[in-house]
């Protein structure tokens, strides 16, 4: 069983380098603005979660007690890293993208970071 | 009458007319009259025991540790003096009140009057010399106050200031040399110091001392080189005029010389400094009169030259002219005083002192002539009035007084002098009373009424009396004034009239038949004396004063140039400059810690913070890059309080951090978003050094500090002992915090508070300033986007509300064991709600905040505050704790803290502090456009439901 | 039954709140329970006004379904992208833009699918358009955009349509 | 690892000084957050550098303690400078909105009346 | 094994903590620095739990969560301020 | 434990937050509370005068910890005699501020100036060095709110300046703490000093680079040259009721000086030997010449009092830094007089701009001049040390005790030349305001005219009902003085008393640290 969680905890930990690596090695790697903006938000935050599974493992083989406190970081990270996604890509949009450069928004006629209202680009 | 008294009476007579400034101007004149009347009388009463030559103390502790101390005597000189002041005091306060005129303000006149004569009367009475300095310097004061009485006239506020600034500053030389002399005897009590005169000449702190209050006496009574201010304070009304410039002020120098006679007087740095000073200021004087027009001018300058003479003859040091000295100050004081109340009469009945517009008011003006006629001849040195016996007395000193050798210098000059004398005395007869009836004077000439003559009538009457009957009527008071001066035997001498055919008698005929022969060539001497270039006192003086004002100015605005970078720049040079002295005056020891070994996270934290460090000093004028690299800085710092054991640090350095970063944001939204280059490259290389030497310093210094150990054990050894059992945490920060030092945190949340406060006060001034509108049309510096409170954005805060509340209170809770605590509880729950204003909005936000924030903060440290007093019922100080366990079957055992009732005070102040904070400023930013009702502007589920309403 | 909902208006929220705090202290015991309980009650007094309209959870056993969903999704994906991003040269991959016309109406369901389709592999939600009908997403690696299109509608819209309204 | 430590409290505190002897409010702001982040890192480090021991009391356990008081100082410092810099950060908003100026150094009236004498 | 695990996994963030950083230094726009920035926020909450995981202490849980908590709040508060200037209206 | 050592404190504290929760909006009511509290703080601080005026030094233990463990608040001669001082300046202050309307020019007034007085007295009662610097902090930013109420572009731009040098100043005084603490491990005075004393000599470097940052600290406050350069523009552009509160502020610095280098590096600590006298005595008679210049030099009257506040510092720093019981005694004395001169000179000051705007040479005439030019002339001769008030009392003290000094001739030189200086400074700004305005401006109208800074020229029409009240200040001020000086024997002996006390610095240690229990 020991040995079980060892591996295990070995596994999240290595698997969670890796992908923490990626995301951040893809933020250098990636050419262009919107693809960089992919890799952080997705690897690293699975590599975080690997290193939370890691901490949860570890303190069920090691500690007094389940840790589950992990979960809170988890639920935040999944949370806000949309979120953030969003607004970086708000500002990519805002700054670098065109009406034309972008899909058409289907019925609504605009993306809401272009919809303004004298219709002229910012 | 109690010399304290007399020295009070004038003080209380200003009072009055100061109160009574609405009551009238008799009402005015009256009380200082009055009050000036009683002392005179008090002083009158003490005359008797002077005169058997008793001296009369009175003494009063006021500053014994110093040895300032309201000591009074009344010897003979005090006694002279004290009647001058007092006795032409009330002439004065008669004349005065028919002399000004309606408009004249009487009531400050004869207070400030009053407040110079009790300065006077002070001086002359004072057994102390640190009071004598008091009066001394008040004296300056209230003449400063009458030379500008008519202020009006720029001449007036130009000579007071003048005579405050000569006299003023020999005043304050005065008071080095009074501290000397106090030095060496080891008193400041006259009657002590004056029986030290050997103590005193032996100690090489004599010349200094001597020199400095000679400047202080010299100043004041007008010697060379510091005459030139008597004729600028002519400015001030005649009344002040015959005051001041002929019996008092100006013979406070002179009663000063004398007072100090016995102690200072008999070497040979007193005999050449004084006579020669006298010397030249009765020559110069006589000279510069004869050639002024104006007839106060002409006078101020005959006064100089008075001054001068007596100044001399207290030079001489000799006993004999010391009480020639003496009469001469009461001869003049009489003659004097009537011209100036006589040029007075004329000026205020023909509305000019220009002798040139003079002439033949012989007989217009009888009275006045009559008057002025004695005085003058008194002053020219004619017998038989007062003059010419002290004049006389004069002369025959000078024959017998031999200067470097030189037996003629003295007695040469002193006839040159006389001739002048003579020659202006003629002059003021002559030119102004003599001669025809003239058609053109200003105004319509006539003897004044009674009022206005009376004072200087009774004062010629006495230049007779002094004249004819001099041993008689003076001769007891000289004795006694001159025995006083001398501080021993009085040498033989007799007041009269006729001595004989003495050297002095040749001399003084030589002298007024020069005058007359003077008189005459007055017309074609007056064309030279103004063809001729000579220094103009006033101009000189104007000029180096214009010179230390223009320098004040230019070393102040050099230095003060409202630069703060410089201001900033000095005092990092200057601190460390003197750090380094510190240190290297100190004794360094050697480094008694071992240095630890560093991991690769230190490593790539140190790369991190240095880095963003040094790109934020290349790249600040890029300002939201800054802020941006100044995240990195706060992340990796928050780091390294974790990696280095100091949780609760990292939890609230980051908290702040991102406090401050929007803060920041919020700032910069009004702000320029570029800061241009300006200062040149040679101005950023200093202070790259300046910055570099600094931390170089800082770093250096806390290297030395970690790699040594306390010197003594450190106390925060205690409150790891006693965290768990006397503050009842095992978060030992935390119970400081609260416990320990809750005083210290007690101070935190109030600046936390404050600041809020100054901010919220600092957001209304603006709003209701003109800014306002500024800020109401003011359009985005950059182009904005089209989604203003995003849609994902806002679930996602609605979301996280609760739950970074709950962290709060989770934080919040376990801080007293763990880390955390309300301070950084107070953080989060602030951003939790701060998160709904990015969202949603300030309007929407704000509408559904339901608590003032004032309210919260007021509500956190009054909560911190009841808790500390609370602990007063229990009799214990402010902020002691009490801890315990409750136990509520079936829920275990749990710990009740009042350190949490405190840190539930930090925690609303807090959360109260940062939320007006932020709140004031998105205030600011708020336009009339922003008011949305919906917290989320894209809402399909709205939009399609409003749209479906409208189809049904 | 009134009375019990004044008390407890936000019966789900309280509920996940009480999880919260236990997962924040990390054990169970009754006096965190009770204390847990204590502040799900409290905090949302404070927090109600600010979120109006909340919408209603239709089926919520399916949320775990879903969640479980994601997550493997977000692991599986994950290798992929990793992929893409050490072995793929800039020049091979093909970023696309693509527009995803919405049938979700509640912001809450909207915000959902946004989340899921940033947390799972190549694909990221950039903006939503002007009245909220369709999302702006961009792919990383997307040859074929239309086919992304339909399996986020078929694989995650269709699924919170059922959990929301 | 003293050394990276005192280095880096050097290089902010030269960061800091640097700035806050720039022209406009808003270098000299960053340069007094920098120059406070040094300060505080600074008192911090008077506990001296430990790793692993939180001043956490464990009751389980005799483990070493770091210094808790320079750290409660510190906490007291970071929210005094968090209140300055709010504070300074409003004025120098204030006083660019009323003069429309980010200049730092004010223009004293150098060339007044001339004197009179 | 797990250490050498934790080893690794602490040489993988440190590396990626220095290419974030590589990143904000260097990037060209402002949207990647912010990116960046953020990437470093999270990789730094990797840190800490992993630290705590070696020292065997949850001591630092916390901060780690704060700063998941946090890091989010400031990385909008920038993109706001670019999108809008006015990050609360 | 006596509680009235702590009320001074926690008194404002709860005032000021009540005012800003209850009384927001109810001017009269916060001018009542205000006022109310000022006056109990004067009876609380006579009573903890009179307490001290014994000899007996009393210690509070807050928290009920022990020195040096907890904060220690105490009383001695010293900070009794501060304490009153301040109470005393803040009544008149808030009767002026309340008469002129000053206080209705923005908003928090009263709560600022009771946070603030809550700060000074803080800092003159407690016994900790930390503390110390927190209740700094308190007194600074509450200063920082009250110099820039009412707002206006100068007073911000000269409230951003002075905001900012007080960080610098606030940074140093965290390092010199840190410094303190790093090499002794303690941070109550009382402790550090018997900690100093036992320092080995071969290892004071670092003690002196702590000790000397922390004299810069103080010095800063104090106003010395060449860290003076925050006053003349914070002061003059300070709302002038408000300058003349901060009259106390220089003398915050001065009493720490005078605390922290007779207490802990007194004059026979050997480790700290040398390090303060040898430039602080030459920078304060820098500073008393540079104030004098600058009150000659000033072209604007609130600039002229904040260089005679420089010059009076000067003076009085000149005694501090001659660290003898006699200069101690004269310089305690000097405080008391130089803190009421400067108050009460600024208080007319603002009475002058109020009715004629702040150039010392300007076109508009002066209104109802009388009253204000008696108290002008008054004050002008507290200021330059003139006879008969306290400030010739003070000069005369402060030069004698410099006697036996080796630079007793530069000293005099420059006391006197900076009072002649000052005397024809005022004197020229006296005339010109009082005595040319009414029917001879004429007579320079090609001179320019100066920019009449809009932050001093009244913006509004004062908002009281009160206009005696300003008067009643000034009146308070200048028989303050007066009693002063006639009551100088008795403050004398009061002061030598304290100077007594605090160069045997024994008896401090031992009650904080209760040495005698032991
Ligand atoms: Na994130
Ligand atoms: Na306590």
Redesign the interface.
């Known amino acids: 069983m020991e040995q079980f969680f060892e591996l295990l905890i070995t596994a999240f930990l290595i698997m969670a380098g890796l992908f923490g690596l990626v995301g951040s090695f893809g933020l250098l790697k990636l050419n262009d603005a919107m693809s960089r903006l992919h890799a952080p938000t997705k690897a690293t935050t699975l590599g975080v979660g690997g290193v939370l599974l890691a901490s949860m493992a570890n303190a069920y083989a090691n500690g007094p007690y389940l840790s589950v406190h992990e979960l809170m970081i988890t639920l935040f990270l999944l949370l806000t890293a949309p979120i953030t996604a969003n607004f970086i890509a708000k500002v990519h949009i805002h700054q670098r993208e065109s009406r034309d450069t972008l899909p058409a928004a289907g019925e609504d006629g605009a993306w809401a970071t272009k919809n303004l209202p004298d219709n002229d680009e910012g | 009458m109690s010399l304290f008294l007399i020295a009070a009476l004038p003080f209380l007579g200003a009072l009055f007319p100061a109160l009574l400034i609405r009551a009238g101007r008799n009402a005015a004149a009256a009380s200082a009259g009055f009050t000036t009347f009683l002392a005179f009388v008090g002083l009158l009463l003490n005359a008797p025991a002077v005169l058997r030559g008793e001296v009369i103390q009175a003494r009063l502790d006021w500053l014994p540790g110093l040895g300032l101390n309201t000591n009074f005597f009344l010897d003979g000189l005090g006694l002279l003096f004290a009647g001058l002041i007092l006795g032409i005091g009330l002439l004065i306060i008669l004349y005065a009140r028919f002399y000004l005129s309606r408009e004249d303000p009487m009531g400050q006149f004869y207070t400030y009057l009053l407040l110079f004569q009790g300065a006077m009367v002070g001086i002359v009475l004072s057994d102390n010399i640190l009071l004598l300095l008091v009066f001394w310097e008040l004296t300056s004061l209230s003449s400063f106050l009458l030379i500008g009485y008519w202020k009006h006239l720029p001449e007036g506020r130009q000579g007071a200031r003048m005579a405050l600034a000569v006299t003023g500053s020999g005043g304050l030389a005065m008071i080095a040399g009074m501290l000397i002399l106090g030095h060496i005897v080891g008193s400041y009590d006259l009657t002590v110091i004056l029986q030290h005169k050997e103590l005193i000449q032996a100690s090489p702190l004599y010349l200094p001392a001597l020199i400095l209050i000679l400047i202080g006496a010299f100043t004041k009574s007008a010697q060379f080189p510091f005459h030139f201010w008597l004729p600028h304070a002519m400015a001030a009304p005649t009344p002040v005029s015959a005051y001041l410039h002929s019996a008092t002020m100006v013979k406070a120098g002179l009663f000063l010389m004398a007072r100090m006679w016995p102690v200072l007087a008999g070497t040979p740095e007193w005999f050449y400094i004084v006579a020669t000073t006298g010397l030249i200021t009765m020559v110069l004087g006589a000279v510069i009169a004869l050639f002024k027009d104006d007839l106060k001018a002409l006078l101020a300058f005959s006064t100089v030259s008075h001054l001068g003479l007596i100044t001399m003859l207290l030079g001489f040091g000799t006993k004999i002219a010391a009480v020639a000295a003496v009469f001469h100050i009461i001869n003049h004081a009489t003659f004097k005083a009537a011209l100036f109340m006589s040029a007075g009469i004329i000026d205020h009945e023909t509305h000019t002192r220009d002798i040139k517009r003079l002439g033949g008011l012989r007989f217009l003006m009888p009275i006045t002539f009559t008057i002025a006629l004695i005085a003058c001849l008194s002053m020219a040195g004619l017998p038989p009035f007062n003059g010419f016996l002290s004049k006389e007395m004069m002369l025959e000193e000078a024959f017998h007084t031999s200067w470097m050798g030189s037996p003629y210098f003295i007695p040469g000059l002193a006839v040159f002098a006389a001739l002048f004398s003579a020659a202006y005395s003629f002059r003021y007869i002559v030119h102004v009373f003599l001669g025809p009836k003239r058609h053109d004077y200003p105004a319509h000439p006539h003897d004044p009424g009674t009022g206005l003559w009376l004072a200087p009538a009774f004062l010629v009457f006495l230049v007779i009396a002094i004249g004819i009957g001099s041993n008689h009527i003076v001769g007891p008071l000289v004795s006694v004034a001159a025995g006083a001066v001398i501080g021993g035997e009085l040498p033989y001498f007799s007041l009269k009239l006729w001595h004989g055919f003495t050297p002095a008698l040749w001399m003084s005929l030589a002298a007024v038949t020069g005058g007359l022969l003077l008189l005459w060539l007055h017309p074609r001497l007056s064309k030279m004396w103004n063809a001729a270039p000579r220094p103009e006192a006033k101009v000189i003086f104007d000029s180096l004063l214009g010179t230390l004002t223009r320098a004040s100015r230019g070393v102040t605005d050099a230095l003060h140039n409202g630069s703060i970078t410089r201001y900033s720049a000095i005092m990092v040079a200057f601190t460390i400059a003197i750090s380094l002295y510190a240190y290297q005056s100190g004794v360094a020891s050697e480094a008694t810690r071992a240095v630890q070994q560093a991991g690769a996270l230190p490593v790539i934290g140190w790369i991190c913070l240095v880095s963003a460090t040094g790109f934020i000093v290349l790249n600040h004028r890029n300002r939201l890059l800054a802020l941006v690299l100044i995240g990195v800085v706060g992340l990796i710092v928050s780091l390294s309080f974790n990696y280095l054991s100091a949780p609760d640090l990292a939890l609230t350095q980051i908290s702040v951090e991102v406090v401050t970063i929007i803060l920041m944001l919020l700032a910069l939204n009004f702000l320029p978003k570029e800061t241009p280059v300006e200062s040149p490259l040679a101005i950023r290389a200093r202070d790259a050094v300046i910055a570099i030497v600094a931390g170089t310093g800082v770093g250096g210094l806390i290297y030395a500090l970690m790699t040594r150990d306390f010197s003594a054990p450190s106390i925060s050894e205690f409150h790891l002992a006693n965290s768990y059992k006397g503050g009842g945490g095992t978060n030992v920060v935390n119970v400081i915090l609260v416990d320990f030092r809750g005083y210290d945190t007690f101070g935190e949340i109030i600046v936390l508070g404050i600041a809020a406060l100054v901010i919220y006060a600092l957001t209304e001034a603006i709003l209701g300033s003109k800014v306002r509108a500024y800020l109401l049309n003011r359009k985005p510096d950059s182009p904005q986007d089209g989604d203003p409170h995003p849609l994902m954005m806002v679930v996602a805060t609605r979301v996280m509300m609760p739950l970074a509340l709950m962290v709060a209170a989770y934080i919040f809770f376990r801080g007293h064991n763990l880390p955390g605590g309300g301070f950084i509880a107070g953080l989060i729950a602030a951003i939790a709600m701060l998160m709904q204003y990015m969202a949603s909005g300030f309007s929407w936000a704000a509408e559904r905040q339901k608590v003032y924030y004032h309210g919260i903060i007021g509500s956190g440290v009054l909560i911190a505050a009841a808790t500390g007093m609370g602990a007063w019922l229990a009799g214990q100080p402010f902020l002691t704790s009490a801890f315990g366990y409750l136990h509520w079957a079936p829920l275990e055992e749990f710990e009740w803290a009042t350190a949490a009732l405190f840190d539930l005070g930090v925690f609303l102040a807090v959360v109260g502090a940062v939320m007006l904070t932020l709140e004031s400023l998105a205030r600011l930013a708020w336009q009339p456009g922003m008011n949305s009702e919906h917290a989320m502007d894209i809402n399909p589920a709205r939009d399609d439901a409003a749209k479906l309403k409208e189809e049904v | 039954m009134k009375l019990l909902q004044r008390l407890l208006p936000h019966p789900i929220?309280t509920l996940l709140?009480t999880l919260?705090?236990?997962?924040?202290?990390?054990?169970f015991?009754?006096?965190s329970l009770?204390?847990g309980f204590g502040?799900?009650l409290v905090?949302?007094f404070?927090?109600q006004?600010?979120?109006?309209?909340r919408p209603r959870l239709v089926k919520p056993l399916k949320v775990i379904q879903y969640i479980l969903l994601v997550l493997y999704d977000?692991?599986v994906?994950?290798v992929v992208?990793?992929k893409i991003?050490?072995f793929k040269s800039?020049a091979n991959?093909q970023?696309n833009?693509?527009?995803i016309?919405?049938d979700l109406?509640?912001?809450?369901a909207?915000?959902t699918l946004?989340?899921t389709?940033?947390?799972t592999?190549?694909t990221?939600?950039?903006?939503?358009?002007?009245?909220?009908?369709?999302l702006?997403v961009?792919c990383?690696d997307a040859p074929d955009p239309e086919a992304v299109r339909d399996e986020i509608k078929q694989r995650y819209e269709r699924r919170l349509m059922e959990i929301f309204e | 690892m003293e050394i990276l430590f005192a280095s880096a409290v050097g290089v902010l505190t030269a960061a800091g000084i640097y700035l806050i002897l720039r022209k406009r409010t808003f270098p000299v702001i960053l340069g007094l957050s920098l120059l406070s982040y040094a300060v505080n890192v600074f008192l911090f480090a008077t506990g001296r550098l430990m790793i692993n021991a939180p001043p956490v009391l464990n009751k389980y356990a005799e483990v070493a303690y770091t210094d808790p008081l320079p750290q409660a100082l510190v906490l007291t410092a970071i929210v005094i400078s968090f209140g300055m810099t709010a504070v300074v950060v409003m004025i120098a908003l204030g006083a660019y909105l009323s003069a429309k100026d980010d200049h730092i150094d004010m223009i004293e009236d150098a060339d007044g009346a001339g004197d009179d004498a | 094994m797990i250490l050498y695990a934790a080893i690794f996994a602490f040489g993988c963030f440190a590396l990626a903590i220095l290419m974030n950083l590589w990143k904000v230094l260097f990037a060209d726009a402002i949207a990647d620095r912010i990116l960046a920035l953020d990437t470093m926020f999270i990789n730094a909450i990797a840190l800490m739990v992993l630290y705590g995981i070696a020292l065997g202490t949850g001591i630092y849980f916390e901060a780690a969560m704060i700063v998941a908590m946090l890091g989010f709040v400031s990385t909008v508060a920038y993109a706001r301020f670019i999108l809008r200037g006015n990050i609360i209206e | 434990m006596n509680h009235l050592l702590i009320a001074p404190v926690v008194l404002p504290a709860i005032v000021a937050p009540f005012i800003i929760m209850v009384l927001r909006h109810h001017l009269s009511l916060q001018r009542i509370f205000s006022l109310a509290c000022t006056v109990a703080l004067l009876a609380i601080t006579l009573g903890l005068a009179v307490q001290a005026a014994d000899g007996t030094v009393q210690v509070y233990e807050l928290g009920n910890w022990p020195a040096p463990f907890g904060i220690v608040l105490v009383l001695d001669r010293l900070s009794a005699l501060m304490l009153l001082l301040t109470a005393g300046l803040a009544l008149a202050v808030v009767l002026y501020a309340i008469g002129s309307g000053w206080d209705a020019r923005g908003r928090h007034f009263h709560a600022l100036l009771q946070f603030q007085l809550m700060g000074i007295l803080g800092a003159f009662l407690t016994g900790d060095a930390f503390n110390l610097f927190v209740f700094f902090e308190v007194l600074l930013i509450a200063s920082y709110g009250l110099m820039i109420h009412g707002g206006g572009a100068k007073r911000l731009q000269a409230g951003v300046q002075y905001v900012v040098y007080n960080l610098l100043g606030s940074s140093l005084f965290l390092l010199a703490l840190g410094t303190l603490y790093a090499v002794t491990g303690t941070l109550n005075m009382a402790d550090l000093a018997v900690r100093v004393a036992e320092l080995s000599p071969d290892d004071t470097a670092l003690l002196r680079v702590g000790a000397v940052m922390l004299l810069l600290v103080f010095a800063i406050k104090a106003a010395v040259l060449p860290l003076h350069f925050w006053l003349p523009a914070s002061y003059a552009y300070a709302p002038l009721p408000v300058a003349a509160l901060f009259a106390i502020m220089t003398k915050v610095g001065a009493y720490a000086i005078l605390r922290m280098y007779t207490l802990v590096f007194g004059p026979d600590v050997a480790a700290t030997a040398g390090l303060v006298g040898d430039w602080l005595l030459p920078a304060a008679m820098l500073t008393l010449a540079i104030g004098a210049l600058g009150v000659l030099g000033s072209r604007e009257i609130g600039r002229l009092v904040a260089f005679g506040a420089i010059t009076s510092m000067g003076t009085l720093l000149i005694a501090v830094a001659l660290f003898t019981p006699q200069a101690t005694a004269a310089a305690l004395y000097y405080t008391v007089h130089s803190t009421l001169a400067a108050a009460l000179l600024f208080l007319i000051a603002d009475l002058i701009i109020e009715r004629r705007g702040g150039a010392i040479i300007a076109q508009r005439p002066m209104a109802q001049t009388g009253l204000i030019a008696s108290l002008f002339f008054v004050g002008a001769i507290a200021m330059a040390g003139m006879p008969p008030l306290s400030g010739f009392v003070g000069k005369l003290l402060v030069m004698d005790a410099a006697r036996d000094h080796e630079l007793v001739w530069y000293i005099w030189a420059v006391i006197l030349a900076g009072s002649l200086i000052t005397i024809i400074g005022l004197a020229r700004a006296g005339s010109e305001i009082f005595w040319k305005s009414h029917d001879d401006s004429h007579i320079r109208e090609a001179e320019p005219e100066i920019a009449v800074d809009d932050t001093q020229a009244p913006t509004e029409e004062p908002a009281s009902n009160a206009p005696a009240l300003p008067f009643v200040a000034c009146f308070a001020l200048v028989g303050s003085l007066a009693l002063l000086t006639i009551f100088a024997g008795p403050m004398m002996d009061y002061t030598t008393a304290t100077a007594a006390q605090l160069f045997d610095p024994n008896i401090y240690i031992d009650a904080v640290l209760r040495r005698a229990e032991q």
């Open positions: 929220l709140l919260t705090w236990l997962l924040l202290v990390n054990g015991s009754l006096n009770v204390f502040l799900g905090i949302p404070f927090t006004p600010f979120w109006p309209d977000i692991v994906a994950n992208v990793a991003v050490v800039n991959r970023p833009w693509v527009t016309p919405l109406r509640t912001p809450e909207i915000t946004a989340g389709i940033t947390m592999p190549g990221l939600t950039a903006d939503v358009s002007a009245e909220g009908h369709a702006l961009h990383l």
